[in-house]
């Protein structure tokens, strides 16, 4: 089992590529990663952080990877850098995924009803595109009101159900508490406990353990029912241990909910 995730370094606050490392092999697959930037932290809650977009390395490197003939059972891609990137990335699932293989597409744009920095509406347009060629899209709610202009969660899920057979609404703020919002044959489900506060890189950690149980064959309810229970424990912890939040999620002692997961399989 191989996958590849599509993703930045952000050197220091777990989130993207240091995390779908871990999170992927916890899993019991290879992970091969194609880096789309290089920063010296990421972009929520630092400031004077470093940037290096690796537009023309990406393109060198999937060249190469052409030579050796690689295919990958799932492509996981999550924070690009540019527009010009994402038209890229959406040549890779005709190159490098294998035939049946499953494209996850978790469409970074924002959090708390804002853009991250340096993306703006043309570049949720363009993200947009992107989905309309995944098998799953995991948009946390900011992100599904940037991709639809739907607050309505419900809406907003048959928005883009009209373009994605399976989209995942994650960490949905509802008066009843944190919720993923996720239709399957017609039917609109929600879990996730409630744990309280904003969390960063939770979305992050979420989407590689979700990418990591769709290689490994599990169904959409499985897949989110094991890395629903991975990513709660993750944040609980985290909210018990941490104060400086922007510094990610301590998922680490909360890896043997994926190993143990498929011990036998
Ligand atoms: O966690 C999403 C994310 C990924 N990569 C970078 C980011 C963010 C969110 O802030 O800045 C570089």
Redesign the pocket.
Known sequence: MRALAIN?I?CVGK??LTVALPVLSACGITVDILPTAL?ST???GFTGYTFLNLDDEMTKICSHWETLGLKYDVIYS??LGSRAQIDFVKGLKKRFLKSGGKFVVDP?LGDNFTF?KGFDAAFAREMLSLCAIADYILPNETESYLLTGERDFTKALAKLAEICPHPVITGADTPEGYRIYYWENGEKTMRLHKVEGNF??A??VFAAAFAGCIARGCSLKGALAVSAEFCTRAIERTAVEVTDRKYGINYEKELSILTDAFKNI
């Open positions: 930045d952000s989130c993207s920063l990421h972009t929520g999550g924070y970074v991250y960063h890189g979305g992050d």
